[in-house]
Structures are given as structure tokens and as C-alpha cells.
């Protein structure tokens, strides 16, 4: 087991409860449901939101109450026109700023689309800040669809290496995945609102693992742990009417499975999932989903899970894959 992060000692608030900031960067972070939408689920008094952007229209249509401008000297608040190193001096330029919007968080979450200029040059610079004020992070970096061309791919990627570089985790989340779930008649607005309602449900699914109105939760320190390491993470929300249904969908989850060479490196893999059930779930219920995840897929497994009650007859777990590198 790599435990090369577990060294490193938080800060929590001093009530235990950690101070939580989502900050969506550019019109993508900013657009996203996953700012957006979190108004709207009782998660919201955990977590800060914060939008930033070289382009003061869309901060002026985003709901979360912190709007940082950036680099309105360099863009004078018009965009930063798909250039990264605009997006990137501009986070320079606005760096105090984005040093006063992190001061006091407990963890950083990062949402933007790689493509652009602003989320894929600031987002950078704003994990290196809070790396400096030593604050634990996560980046979800949207990939954008294929038909918007090999130019916005290729400087996603780029942003998912240096988000690599910088981030606690690194979770990747593709807009074309989601263009073949939907199939290629799906409207773009149809589309965009799938994947912004997938980013919503990932991003509450990971912080309910913390919630303290779960009846089974991981804690600060554990969880900031399981999400350390500088990994390349992947996420899923999985659905079922039933609990063996469940099990099933979650053994068979590709990024668990694998060829045999990559089972062998389960032992550098943390995976966390947050199971939502309905009351008439046991507490053996909820050991057998682990025992049946250790059993099929590896006895090292570094498993974190936690479990909330919701008043539906059926099932939904939201997993994450963090894969260590080394
Ligand atoms: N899922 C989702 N993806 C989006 C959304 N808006 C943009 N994207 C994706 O994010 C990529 C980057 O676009 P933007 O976020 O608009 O770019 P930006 O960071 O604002 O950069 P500039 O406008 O050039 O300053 C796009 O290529 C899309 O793939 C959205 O609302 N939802
Ligand atoms: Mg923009």
C-alpha cells in the first residue's frame, strides 16, 4: 500500500467539521450544474461556492455567492478567447485574489473544462496557490466531446497532466462518454445538461462520504488520505432497483475488473463509494458489499465507504477509482 501521503496533518475548523470550497473555473466550471445545482441539495451548507472567470458576463449569470474576476487588466473581463496562457496570466495577475478566496478551506475542489483558455490555464495556477497554502485538493476536469475537434482535446489533456502535477486527485469526467450513453440525436443543450447533472451527482456523492447526517461516514483525515497521492481518479454513479442488483453493477464496474496486470496494482488503487438505500437496509448489507468488493477483486483493496438512508425503494452508489501512480 502506498502511504506516502499519510504522513501529511490537517487543520480541521475547530468544531471537526471541515470547511469545504467548489470553485468552478471558467464558463464550464462556472456553467456547470455541478456550481450550480449544488444551491439546490442539502449539502450546500458544507460547501462554499466560488466562480471564477476572465469573462465578467457568465461570472454575472453564475449563483454562487463568491465571483472572482480575473486578469481584468489583460482581457478587461471580455474572455480569454481560448488561450490557455491568457487564462493562465490572468490567474497571475488576480493571484491575491484567488489567495484570499482559498484562505481558510480545509479542502479545494476544482471543477472546469478543459478547451478553453480560462479553465485550462487558471485552473492550474489556482492548485498551485493553494498548494503553496497548503491546501488539500481535487480537480474535475471536464473532457470535452469529439466534434468539438482534436485542438480542445489535446489542451484538455494537458490540463489533466498538469492538474496531475498539483491536485490531491485528479478526476477526469467526458463529455464524449456521455455523448454515446445519449447517442448521437441528443440535442447539445440535452447533452450538456446530462453531463452537468453526471458532475452534480459525483461531486454530492463524494462529499455525502463526509456528511455528517450519513449513518456511516469516513472521516476528514481518512477521506483527504483515500483522495491523496496525486492519482488519476475516475468516477461513477451506478443505479439499481435492488440490493443484488447492486452488488452485481458494482463488481462488474470496468474500472475495478481490468486485466490481471492491472488487478496487481490494486494495492497503489483507494476506492470509496457512498451507498444511498433504503431503511430496510442491514448493517450486513452494507458489510457485504465490501466483502464482496475484497473478495472478487483483491484483499488489499483500500476500501472508505459510507452509507446514507433515503426515502426510495431503490439503490444508488457513487464510486471512486483513485489510482496512484509509482
Ligand atoms: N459538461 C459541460 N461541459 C461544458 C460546459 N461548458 C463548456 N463545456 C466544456 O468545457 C470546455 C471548455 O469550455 P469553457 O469552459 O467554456 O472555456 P473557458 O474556460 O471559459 O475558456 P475561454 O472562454 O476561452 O476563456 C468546452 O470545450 C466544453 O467541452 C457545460 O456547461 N457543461
Ligand atoms: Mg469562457
Partial sequence: MNTNHSEVVFDLAEDGAPNILLVGIGGCGCGCSAVEVMAQTAILDKVKQAAVNTDQRELNLTQAPVQVSIGEVLTRGLGAGSMPHVGEQSARESTEALQNMIAGFDLVITVSGGGGGTGTGATPVLLEICEQQNIPTLAFVVRPFAFEGRRRIILADTLIERCRQSAGATFVLENAKLQQALGDNVKLNDALDAANHYINEL????????????????????????????????????????????????????????????????????????????????????????????????????????????????????????????
Fill in 203 to 326: 461531486i454530492t456523492g463524494l462529499l455525502a462520504l463526509i456528511d455528517s447526517e450519513a449513518v456511516a461516514r469516513i472521516d476528514f483525515a481518512h477521506f483527504l488520505s483515500a483522495l491523496a497521492g496525486r492519482g488519476m481518479g475516475h468516477g461513477a454513479v451506478i443505479e439499481a432497483d435492488s440490493y443484488d442488483g447492486i452488488l452485481e453493477k458494482l463488481t462488474d464496474f470496468p474500472l475495478l475488473q481490468g486485466p490481471p496486470h492491472i488487478r496487481r496494482m490494486q494495492d497503489n488503487t483507494h476506492v470509496i463509494l457512498h451507498i444511498w438505500a433504503p431503511d430496510s437496509f442491514t448493517l450486513s448489507d452494507y458489510a457485504g458489499i465490501s466483502e464482496e468488493l475484497h473478495e472478487r477483486l483483491s484483499d488489499n483493496l483500500d476500501l472508505s465507504s459510507g452509507f446514507s438512508v433515503w426515502g426510495k425503494p431503490s439503490f444508488k452508489v457513487v464510486l471512486f477509482v483513485n489510482r496512484l501512480s509509482g
